[in-house]
Nanobody
């Protein structure tokens, strides 16, 4: 079992920045894929950004709509992954979920709400 706890969501104005954190209950070096999805009201959950092959070489994948604005990183010592979101837009408003694929099982956090509004 892996527990994922997100933090860092909130209200931000368009053009602003937020950094989301995802703390894992296991060493993230042992997690093969870790990242972020989001779900806006009335829409399906969608990929935002993920890090693949954490145990070997990191490979980052971003959704087209966030490329150049969002970055994903990890701190192995803290077992925490981060999503840095810059130049936020109203359409980025959603609940953001941390995701981990560990030993053949998908794990999800409970989500953190990001609202981009003036």
């Amino acid at each position: 079992q892996v527990q994922l706890v997100e933090s860092g969501g909130g209200l931000v104005q368009p053009g602003g920045s937020l950094r989301l954190s995802c703390a894992a209950s296991v060493t993230i070096f042992s997690i093969s894929t870790m990242g972020w999805y989001r779900q806006a009201p009335g829409k399906e959950r969608e990929l935002v950004a993920i890090l693949r092959n954490l145990t070997t070489i990191g490979k980052t994948v971003f959704a087209d709509g966030v490329k150049g604005r969002f970055t994903i990183s990890r701190d192995n010592a803290k077992n925490t992954a981060y999503l840095q979101m810059n130049s936020l837009k109203p359409e980025d408003t959603a609940v953001y979920f941390c995701y981990a694929y560990y030993r053949g099982i998908n794990f999800w956090g409970e989500g953190t709400l990001v609202t981009v509004s003036s």
